[in-house]
């Protein structure tokens, strides 16, 4: 079966990159060396998000491109999902490619929390092309729309496929709040039922797991699923490396959290958490 996008998208995602203006890229041709991507959905993804910046000049000169692009893309959807459905899954194909232009509004709010969160950032363009936590987010969060449709084996997918890309694994479960980025990002892992509120900042090797598994009664060996094992942070908060906050607990607004804390109790707002003793360092001479 061959599908065929017939919602609206495309003339919003055409709006909106009329509407671009600076320090995001505008309307000026350029042209970088091709990436080609083992998922050709997450190539197109990032053509329609920021085509400036992906030789995709055309589709911000003519709509139709961006329909068939949608075109494209939703063939794709349809595709990777069939194999994990016995029922008509375009309606879900639809919804999903009709959410683009909310996310790529989103999108942008995080390119400017990672250039704002980053000293050593130079450009939007950059962030976009090269930040490994900005792919990350952009997978995601159109696997999370994806995963709040049903169709979470193929969601799935996608963010496995952008964990082998940047070392950074978030489920497409997981609920992302906007402005959110992640600095460096190798070795982050974020699980299916954590929240992040609104302005997060995390940096390399940050865990939000779990703290424990309960087992399926009756089922040898099988642990339960479908509860709530993740930590729920909020708004304005920085968690620094190497951290491992897990379990169903609360981080509060405004909290910073120092690197290689270990955390498995609720933290309230407007609280510093750090190690307060390090294990002393000894040095000795070779010879």
């Known amino acids: 079966m061959e599908y065929g996008y017939t919602g609206d998208a495309h003339e919003r995602l055409f709006e909106s990159y009329q509407a671009d203006s600076e320090p995001f890229p505008e309307q000026t041709p350029m042209e970088f060396p091709k990436r080609e991507h083992r998922r050709k959905e997450v190539d197109i993804l990032k053509r329609l998000f920021f085509p400036t910046c992906w030789n ?8 139709l491109a961006v329909l068939n692009n949608l075109d494209a893309l939703g063939a794709l959807f349809y595709a990777g999902m069939r194999p994990y459905s016995s029922g008509d899954i375009s309606e879900t194909v639809a919804k999903t490619i009709d959410r683009l232009p909310g996310i790529r509004r989103r999108l942008k709010k995080d390119v400017e929390a990672a250039y704002k969160g980053d000293p050593a950032a130079k450009t939007y363009m950059e962030i976009i092309r090269s930040y490994p936590g900005f792919l990350a987010i952009e997978v995601q969060r159109v696997a999370h729309e994806l995963y709040e449709l049903g169709a979470t084996e193929y969601a799935r997918e996608l963010t496995e496929y952008a964990k082998t890309e940047t070392g950074i694994d978030i489920h497409p479960g997981a609920e992302i709040g906007d402005y959110f980025f992640i600095d460096h990002g190798t070795g982050v892992v974020i ?6 509120g609104d302005w997060v900042r995390i940096y390399q090797d940050v865990t939000l797991g779990a703290l424990h598994f ?21 708004d304005h908060v920085v968690i620094g490396a190497g951290t491992k906050v897990l379990g169903d607990i609360t981080v ?13 109790e609720d933290i309230p707002d407007n609280t510093k958490v750090f190690v307060s003793e390090h294990p002393e360092q000894e040095r000795k001479r070779n010879d």
């Open 214 to 234: 309960e087992e399926e009664e009756g089922e040898e060996h099988a642990l339960k699923k479908g509860y709530k094992r993740h930590p729920d942070i909020g």
């Open 56 to 63: 995709s000049d055309e589709l911000i000169q003519d709509e």
């Open 191 to 196: 699980g299916e039922t954590a929240t992040v």
């Open 252 to 264: 509060g607004n405004h909290v910073s959290i120092g690197a290689n804390s270990w955390v498995t």
